[in-house]
């Protein structure tokens, strides 16, 4: 069974500062997706990474993917607080068909 | 642009009754997904198909049903809703692997409330 695992579940930040955020997963896969989600809203897409080292980045978030490690990464650069929302990976594997498998979330607040 | 919609935001029923929620999509896509949202336990796979009149269960069927009669249209039914049900329904749509890619696009969600 294919697991997902995010740290933090809660990762509360000032302004300005820097922060990463973990998503290791436990079996094959090259293929890995980014989700935001804002409170009481649904989930929006962010990034997809579809290889070993692939990085992207869109303003303040960079991803990045290690197939070789199984983890991926979301990391902050000097946060504002515009981006507090809970932010979600998910992965899918060979023999999963269409179906994602998602981590727990993480919950970031960035306070001014 | 994809868009996923669904048929309510808030929806409020009293337990026992036969409850359906609605996802039409207009991309085209073959897949369609349901899940719930609960606090602290993340999304959990409801139930997926990946064709007109397809289907598959996922990790937690047990209490609804699925029909896909169009390829549009993703509709998830409670067949006598229980207060254990209260919760975020989130419907999501991908197209067939192209590119190695298999990315979702959800819809604005459904609160239900079963008292």
């Known amino acids: 069974e294919l697991k997902v695992e995010q740290n933090p579940l809660f990762l509360s930040m000032q302004e300005g500062k820097n922060y990463t955020i973990y998503c290791n997963y436990s079996t094959t896969s090259d293929r890995l997706y980014w989700y935001r989600q804002d409170p009481g809203k649904s989930l929006e897409s962010l990034f997809v990474?579809?290889?070993?080292?692939a990085v992207k980045q869109e303003g303040r978030l960079m991803a990045s993917l290690d197939t070789k490690a199984r983890l991926s990464t979301l990391h902050i650069t000097a946060a504002v607080h515009d981006l507090s929302a809970t932010y979600f990976c998910?992965?899918?594997?060979?023999?999963?068909?269409?179906?994602?498998?998602f981590g727990e979330g993480t919950q970031l607040t960035v306070n001014p | 642009d994809v868009k996923v919609t669904q048929s309510s935001r808030y929806l409020v029923k009293r337990t026992g009754e036969k409850v359906f929620l609605e996802c039409v999509q207009d991309m085209d896509h073959e897949n369609m997904f349901w899940y719930r949202q609960d606090p602290g336990l993340g999304l959990r796979l409801i139930y997926f198909?990946?064709?007109?009149?397809?289907?598959e269960k996922g990790d937690i069927p047990e209490g609804y049903s699925v029909s896909r009669e169009k390829k549009e249209r993703f509709s998830l039914i409670l067949e006598s809703a229980s207060t254990n049900q209260t919760s975020m329904y989130l419907c999501a749509s991908s197209p067939p692997e192209g590119g190695g890619l298999y990315e979702q696009y959800f819809g604005p969600g459904t609160r239900l409330t079963v008292t």
């Open positions: 198909s990946y064709d007109v009149k397809m289907k």
């Open positions: 998910a992965v899918d594997w060979e023999t999963s068909g269409s179906r994602l498998t």
């Open positions: 990474l579809l290889s070993n080292g």
